[in-house]
T-cell receptor
Framework: GQQVMQIPQYQHVQEGEDFTTYCNSSTTLSNIQWYKQRPGGHPVFLIQLVKSGEVKKQKRLTFQFGEAKKNSSLHITATQTTDVGTYFC??????????????FGQGTTLQVKP | ETGVTQSPTHLIKTRGQQVTLRCSSQSGHNTVSWYQQALGQGPQFIFQYYREEENGRGNFPPRFSGLQFPNYSSELNVNALELDDSALYLCASSQGGGLEQFFGPGTRLTVL
């Protein structure tokens, strides 16, 4: 079945440093979504990417969707302590057999030292 | 506009028992998905309901079942609980199957 892998599992950075997490799917995706989960909280939607090669920016966050629609990345410029949390990618597979099946990666937990 | 709510917040059961978890979707949303999140892991897709019909299912055994009601609220039922069922159960609503998911706060289930 479809699998979504995310690396790294953990990342510790100094405040002001950049951060990147990578997401790879075993199959072609219809779309990919990114979520952030704070400790003790629930996942909160950040963005959805649909088109091959798509790049979207939200302030210091840059999201990319690969040309083959099998990989994605999230890059945070100049991290702040408010960026702390676990970032998940979640892929929706193509085809009727994957209807509604949003498959999450294992997440990358970001710690930011002030 | 009220967000997604779930009840109960916490639940402790013993092995072999049955449990029902409840979810109220966000106003205007017709799709509800359920996820199981073990500690330190990503949410695992259990199933999705769209307009009261199951609209996709993950790799969970039949003892995990669900319902969606005409007001789009939903229940997750788990029979014959096992120790490995201990997890955070998340409900998410959306306006369609592949769109942005709005998650509830979750129900923390502990099976002893």
């Amino acid at each position: 079945g479809q699998q979504v892998m995310q690396i790294p599992q953990y990342q510790h950075v100094q405040e002001g440093e950049d951060f990147t997490t990578y997401c790879n799917s075993s199959t072609t995706l219809s779309n990919i979504q990114w979520y952030k989960q704070r400790p003790g909280g629930h996942p909160v939607f950040l963005i959805q990417l649909v088109k091959s090669g798509e790049v979207k920016k939200q302030k210091r966050l840059t999201f990319q969707f690969g040309e083959a629609k099998k990989n994605s990345s999230l890059h945070i410029t100049a991290t702040q302590t408010t960026d702390v949390g676990t970032y998940f990618c979640a892929g929706l597979g193509v085809g009727s057999g994957n209807t509604g099946k949003l498959i999450f990666g294992q997440g990358t937990t970001l710690q930011v030292k002030p | 506009e009220t967000g997604v709510t779930q009840s109960p917040t916490h639940l402790i059961k013993t092995r072999g028992q049955q449990v029902t978890l409840r979810c109220s979707s966000q106003s205007g949303h017709n799709t509800v998905s359920w996820y199981q999140q073990a500690l330190g892991q990503g949410p695992q897709f259990i199933f999705q309901y769209y307009r009261e019909e199951e609209n996709g299912r993950g790799n969970f055994p039949p003892r995990f079942s669900g319902l969606q009601f005409p007001n789009y609220s939903s229940e997750l039922n788990v029979n014959a609980l096992e120790l490995d069922d201990s997890a955070l159960y998340l409900c998410a609503s959306s306006q369609g199957g592949g769109l942005e998911q709005f998650f509830g706060p979750g129900t923390r289930l502990t099976v002893l």
